[in-house]
């Protein structure tokens, strides 16, 4: 059974960048699509980028051009580069085992002057 860590959230003021990585462990990483999503307070829980096993990848409108989503099969670890911040990118931030109910425990990014 996989199991996912997420790290690197923090605060930072509009317009900075942050390194979100997710961790992945017990099963093959390197088959796996894997994804970001995010929930703000009192909105849906939100779909952010994916990467399917052979690197190809997709982005939610309101993140692409500002977000980058990687992986490191070696190190069974995805990332999310995430620049030019803004104060609606504040959310916790979930990684997750596309269409699965394999969920990270989440890390908090906040925007904020």
């Known amino acids: 059974q996989v199991q996912l860590v997420e790290s690197g959230g923090g605060l930072v003021q509009p317009g900075g960048s942050l390194r979100l990585s997710c961790a992945a462990s017990?099963?093959?990483?390197?088959?796996?699509?894997m994804a970001w999503y995010r929930k703000a307070p009192g909105k849906q829980r939100e779909w952010v980028a994916f990467?399917?096993?052979?690197?190809?990848?997709n982005y939610a409108d309101s993140v692409r051009g500002r977000f980058t989503i990687s992986r490191d099969n070696a190190k069974n670890t995805m990332y999310l580069q995430m620049n030019n911040l803004k104060p609606e990118d504040t959310a916790l931030y979930y990684c997750?085992?596309?269409?699965?109910?394999?969920w990270g425990q989440g890390t908090q990014v906040t925007v904020s002057s």
């Open positions: 997750n085992v596309l269409g699965t109910a394999t």
């Open positions: 017990g099963s093959i990483f390197q088959t796996y699509t």
């Open positions: 990467i399917q096993s052979d690197g190809r990848t």
